[in-house]
């Protein structure tokens, strides 16, 4: 696999949500690595599965309505500064 490769893992097909939390946390720039990722190419389960606060655009291959709109597109509308300063008021 390309990503184990290149970020030096070993995900497997039993292990997807590990491999998953990863990817997370390299589009939240909060890989303890510092090796983070600009680009995305997401499907389904990621779509509405994470923050990406520094994330700007989206591309969609196919038409989003409802739920899965407005969750897409919530994902990349916060400021990344104002979402910091609500995690450390709670």
């Not at 184990?4 to 690595?33: I, P, W």
């Not at 997401?42 to 591309?59: I, K, R, S």
Request: glycine share 6%; no cysteine.
């Amino acid at each position: 696999m390309a990503y184990n490769k290149e970020f030096g893992t070993s995900f497997g097909m039993e292990h997807a949500a590990g491999y998953t939390q990863n990817v997370t946390s390299r589009l939240n720039k909060s890989s303890t690595d510092k090796n983070y990722l600009d680009l995305v190419i997401v499907v389904d389960q990621l779509l509405t599965g994470f923050d990406a606060p520094e994330l700007n655009t989206l591309y969609f291959d196919r038409t989003l309505k409802g739920a899965g709109l407005i969750q897409a597109y919530s994902r990349t509308n916060r400021i990344a500064d104002m979402q910091k300063n609500l995690r450390d008021a709670l």
